[in-house]
């Protein structure tokens, strides 16, 4: 059962466009949904966090759009450009009612091309 | 800044041989994980440790064991590996179970012949 569906699988964009990445949950106990940004060779490194009690959240040229009743959160770049060109993992957790926190569950990945 | 590191950045291995993978952190957190990483799958949970000496398992354990003897080091095991366990690993580490944030290490890619 996969429980982060994440689209498009890969996707081109022209440098200075909006890149758009979409993920979808099944696990309505899911309250923190992070994007992880990966390079060839590298770990991924998060790149942006949401939690459910708000509906947006922007760093610099990367937002997060949380839609809690349908489930879904999206990661907009805006201005993107030939440097944002990676794999883009969307992912969620759960926590716990004693405070603890679960691994992560993560989406299937986005390998972004920006044009010059 | 956080550093977790992998023991190897590469290596080969054969049908049946036991194998060790080992991750260490610097920032004394609680919390570590391992996932592997294959194309089109994303990164898919193996196990991960809450504490010395403390295991869960994750969505794909099987065929995998794990040790943490020490906070800063946590040891993912393939006890006779097999060709299906291919694969990207990744380790990484967290504060811990109130924080949220997982720092990665560069990965391991592991080669089954």
């Known amino acids: 059962q996969q429980q982060v569906k994440q689209s498009p699988q890969s996707l081109i964009v022209q440098k200075g466009g909006i890149s758009i990445i979409n993920c979808a949950y099944e696990?309505?106990?899911?309250?923190?949904f992070p994007w992880y940004q990966q390079f060839p060779g590298k770990g991924p490194a998060l790149l942006i966090a949401i939690r459910p009690d708000v509906s947006e959240k922007k760093e610099g040229r990367f937002t997060i759009s949380f839609n809690k009743s349908a489930k879904q959160f999206s990661l907009h770049i805006m201005d993107s450009q030939p440097g944002d060109s990676a794999t883009y993992f969307c992912a969620a957790s759960e926590t716990y009612s004693g405070g603890g926190a679960d691994g992560l569950t993560f989406g299937k990945g986005t390998h972004l091309i920006i044009q010059p | 800044d956080v550093k977790v590191t992998q023991s190897s950045r590469y290596l080969v291995k054969r049908t049946g041989e036991k194998v060790f993978l080992e991750c260490v952190q610097d920032m004394d957190h609680e919390n570590m994980f391992w996932y592997r990483q294959d194309p089109g799958l994303g990164l898919r949970l193996i196990y991960f440790s809450y504490d010395v000496k403390m295991k869960e398992k994750g969505d794909i354990p099987e065929g995998y064991s794990v040790s943490r003897e020490k906070k800063e080091r946590f040891s993912l095991i393939l006890e006779s590996a097999s060709t299906n366990q291919t694969s990207m690993y990744l380790c990484?580490?967290?504060?811990?179970?109130?924080?949220?944030?997982?720092?990665f290490g560069p990965g391991t890619r592991l080669t089954v012949t």
């Open positions: 696990n309505t106990a899911f309250d923190y």
């Open positions: 990484a580490s967290r504060e811990g179970a109130s924080s949220y944030e997982q720092y």
